[in-house]
C-alpha cells in the first residue's frame, strides 16, 4: 500500500512510455486510497487527478554509504552511514572502544576507500573476485572492509 511521500515511478502503462514521464520519479501526495470506480488510487505531486496504484512501483530510496578509517588500536576500514554506526561495528567486530575511538576515526573519500579495500580484499583468506569486492563494496550495509594484518 503507497503512503503519501512514497517515491514511485509508472510503470505497465501508456504514460509510462510517454518521454515527460518515462522513469519520472513522482511523490505521492496522498496516502492509496479507493476510487469511485472500485480502483485503488493515488494522487501524485504534478501529475492533474489521481493515478492508478497498480501502475506505481515504490522505489526504495538508496541509503549513502560513507567510509571510515581508524588506526589505533587496530587499524580498520569500514563503511557506515554515520560515524557512530561505524564505531559500533569497530566494536562488534574488531576491538573494544578504550573511549578514544570518537577522535581516532576519520571519513575516508569513497575512491580511496575502494583502492584500500581492493589491494586487501581477502575473505576468509582467499581472495576475492572483482564482481564479490564490488558488490561487497556498494552493499548499503555497515561493514568492517579491511581489518589490521596482526588481526588475521
Known amino acids: 500500500m503507497l503512503k503519501?511521500?512514497?517515491?514511485?515511478?509508472?510503470?505497465?502503462c501508456l504514460e509510462?512510455?510517454?518521454?515527460?514521464?518515462?522513469?519520472?520519479?513522482?511523490?505521492?501526495?496522498t496516502?492509496?486510497?479507493t476510487a469511485c470506480s472500485g480502483a485503488q488510487v493515488v494522487f501524485?505531486?504534478?501529475f492533474s487527478g489521481y493515478?492508478?496504484?497498480?501502475?506505481?512501483?515504490?522505489?526504495?530510496?538508496?541509503?549513502?554509504?560513507?567510509?571510515?578509517?581508524?588506526?589505533t588500536p587496530y587499524y580498520a576500514l569500514l563503511k557506515?552511514?554515520?560515524?557512530?554506526?561505524?564505531?559500533?561495528?569497530?566494536?562488534?567486530?574488531v576491538a573494544d572502544d578504550d573511549g578514544t575511538l570518537h577522535e581516532e576515526i576519520q571519513e575516508v573519500d569513497?575512491?580511496?576507500?575502494?583502492?584500500?579495500f581492493a589491494s586487501g580484499g581477502v575473505e576468509g583468506g582467499e581472495k576475492m573476485s572483482?564482481?564479490?569486492?564490488?558488490?561487497?563494496?556498494k552493499e548499503a550495509t555497515p561493514e568492517v572492509l579491511c581489518i589490521d594484518s596482526a588481526l588475521l
Open 80 to 93: 557506515a552511514g554515520t560515524p557512530e554506526e561505524a564505531i559500533a561495528k569497530f566494536v562488534e567486530c
Open 44 to 46: 501524485l505531486e504534478g
Open 16 to 29: 509510462a512510455e510517454l518521454p515527460k514521464y518515462k522513469d519520472k520519479v513522482w511523490t505521492c501526495e
Open 110 to 116: 569513497r575512491d580511496y576507500a575502494l583502492v584500500k
Open 31 to 33: 496516502d492509496e486510497f
Open 51 to 71: 493515478f492508478a496504484a497498480e501502475f506505481l512501483k515504490k522505489i526504495e530510496e538508496e541509503r549513502t554509504m560513507k567510509y571510515f578509517e581508524i588506526h
Open 4 to 12: 503519501k511521500g512514497d517515491k514511485v515511478v509508472m510503470h505497465t
Open 130 to 137: 572483482i564482481k564479490e569486492m564490488l558488490e561487497t563494496f
